[in-house]
């Protein structure tokens, strides 16, 4: 199997065509769908933008709407189908947006509600669809019905839209039970000034919506027919696994089954109902809406939201979480996935990072990689990140070439590590504020973007402010030190994005193929692709061409360690 080094290299070389014209407001994907019959999200490969790091407009530091409008044509060159759009609503970012003040404008950080709609305006224009989060769980502290409930009485119809209990203990010095916030700490804090206390599953001032009041119903199908009159393609739902609990509210230990919480909070059969009447009101607007669960469940859970009159997609966090770099694990996942998406005819997603993990290439980096934040700076280790961009290329290769849809958090395409050594005083993150540092939190992946290495601020604005600072290494993966430069990372991402399109790979087949323990083989259409999970290189089967390899392959018919290649042929 070892061969000596030759002098010859075969080229990461990409057959590819140029970008086809197409009319406007329909994507390369969205035709192939439809001409498949198939619903454009079926493939879709969607790119999540967390508004507040990736462009800044107007140089204040923070990413904003105009400044989303501005990198469209980068979107577009990348080659993505849709954009969910992370919170932009007003709040006071007590968790980064996750706190709504008013579900139905925009806040002042990010912009108008005209620049949204200008926003959207042009991404249907160059046929990019555009996904906007729901955020039903709870509102901020700061939304007037929660201002309102505190104002009022106990029993009152204004308190009856959150979760106020009485406290226990002789005088109510005692939270109702002893659920802990998902963000550390007690869930429940208690109104200012009276006996009463009010439930967050999150921080405190994250307060719970109660799901069983008519009026919270009420209120957000009109918040969904809001945005859906805009133009909006769709809603990420956030925390969709929440919002109804056990009436009664019994005590529970904090307690997670293969790394996900359960208990009386989660997953209760009631959110279902929920789930269908918003189907109906997405089923009445023309064109095709969707949405997809932020459901943190046990797999077997997660098909009851894909139900065919509920939601369309659900983030797949077995992948996401998935530990370690071994390919069976690998392969029983993507078996798992695919098997559990169609046994409710719905698609599979397929994600390695977003707003709330470590990115991949610094979780892969490590020695025993794991998706919690606390992998890199509790344990003390640093990720090795040659070893874990290199990874992260290989894993890419195969997430993009599997069926269904993808999603890509921004900078993932840069191959961009986690801000790893982002000092204490900057951190923001009420996971970090709540657990006194116990848990790091998700600062570190939500670090602004490096457009251009030379420019202040890396280019994410035009002057030199940035909410969290961007370590030094950024300016290597900026946009303009990869664009054009063959071979790396974002050519990468363009050049599969453009072949999984071609080739249809979103709406294929995928057949294994045995290549031994290390490697996982399999074909697509008229695709074979291998990834290398091991430490010595395998052999390429003879005859195929390569079409696009993770690395320099230098040894002919040889697949490096931690490398993936596509091939067509013989
Ligand atoms: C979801 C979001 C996360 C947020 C939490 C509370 O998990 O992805 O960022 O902190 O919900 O809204
Ligand atoms: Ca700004």
Redesign the pocket.
């Known amino acids: 199997m070892f061969r000596r080094k030759r002098s010859s290299t075969v080229a990461m070389t990409a057959v590819t065509s140029p970008l086809e014209a197409l009319p406007g407001g329909t994507s390369a994907a969205s035709l192939q769908a439809a001409e498949a019959g198939l619903a454009w999200w079926t493939d879709a490969i969607i790119y999540q933008i967390y508004p507040r790091s990736f462009t800044d407009a107007n140089g204040d530091g923070i990413g904003d709407l105009p400044g989303i409008a501005l990198r469209l044509p980068y979107l577009k060159r990348l080659g993505v189908d849709a954009l969910w759009l992370?919170p932009f609503y007003q709040s006071p970012q007590a968790?980064?947006g996750?706190?709504v003040a008013d579900y139905r404008a925009v806040d002042p950080l990010f912009g108008t509600l005209e620049d949204f709609d200008r926003l959207l305006h042009e991404a249907h224009g160059l046929g990019i669809k555009v996904i906007v989060d729901l955020?039903p769980?709870?509102s901020s502290d700061e939304h007037a019905w929660f201002q309102a409930a505190l104002k009022s009485p106990p029993g009152s119809a204004e308190r009856a839209r959150y979760l106020f209990r009485d406290g226990r203990g002789a005088n109510g010095e005692l939270p109702p039970n002893n659920w802990q916030s998902?963000?550390g700490g007690q869930a429940w804090s208690r109104a200012p000034g009276d006996r009463q206390w009010y439930l967050h599953l999150?921080d405190s001032k994250?307060p719970d919506l109660n799901w069983d009041n008519p009026q919270v119903r009420a209120e957000f199908k009109e918040v969904l027919r809001f945005w859906l009159d805009r133009g909006v393609d769709g809603f990420r739902v956030?925390?969709a696994h929440g919002l109804v609990k056990d009436a009664e509210l019994p005590d529970a230990e904090h307690r997670k089954e293969n790394g996900i919480l359960v208990g009386p909070m989660w997953d209760q059969d009631g959110v279902h109902e929920i789930y269908r009447a918003w189907r109906r009101i997405l089923d009445e607007y023309p064109g095709e809406r969707m949405m997809v669960a932020?459901a943190?469940v046990g797999s077997h859970s997660r098909p009851n939201y894909l139900r065919p009159d509920e939601m369309q997609q659900a983030f797949n966090f077995d992948y996401l979480l998935l530990e370690g770099w071994e390919a069976a694990a690998f392969r029983n996942v993507i078996d798992a996935s695919l098997a559990l998406s169609a046994a409710v005819d719905a698609t599979t997603t397929w994600v390695t990072s977003?707003?709330?993990v470590v990115r991949a290439p610094s979780r892969y980096g490590l020695s025993r990689p794991g998706a919690h934040p606390k992998g890199i700076d509790a344990a003390g280790e640093q990720p090795d990140e040659a070893l874990g961009l290199r990874r992260a290329r290989a894993l890419a290769l195969l997430t993009l070439a599997l069926p269904g849809s993808a999603y890509i958090y921004q900078g993932e395409e840069l191959g961009l590590p986690e801000h790893t050594t982002l000092e204490t005083h900057y951190r923001q993150d009420?996971?970090f504020i709540r657990t006194r540092g116990a848990d790091i939190g998700?600062d570190g992946c939500r670090v602004p973007l490096p457009w251009e290495a030379q420019a202040p601020s890396l280019g994410f604005g035009p002057g030199d402010r940035s909410w969290l600072p961007q370590p030094a290494a950024y300016a290597r993966y900026a946009v303009d030190r990869q664009e054009g430069v063959a071979g790396s990372t974002l050519e990468l991402y363009r050049q599969m994005l453009q072949l999984r399109r071609e080739h249809a790979l979103g709406k294929g087949q995928l057949r294994w193929i045995d290549a031994g323990r290390d490697v996982l083989a399999f074909d697509n259409g008229d695709i074979r692709v291998l990834i290398n999970f091991g430490t010595e290189p395998a052999e390429l089967p003879a005859g195929g061409q390569v079409l696009l390899s993770s690395e320099l392959l230098e040894e002919p018919g040889e697949l490096p360690a931690n490398t993936a290649v596509w091939l067509t042929g013989p």
């Open positions: 992370s968790d980064a996750y706190d955020v769980n709870h998902v963000f999150f994250q956030d925390v932020e943190v977003n707003h709330d009420p996971m998700r």
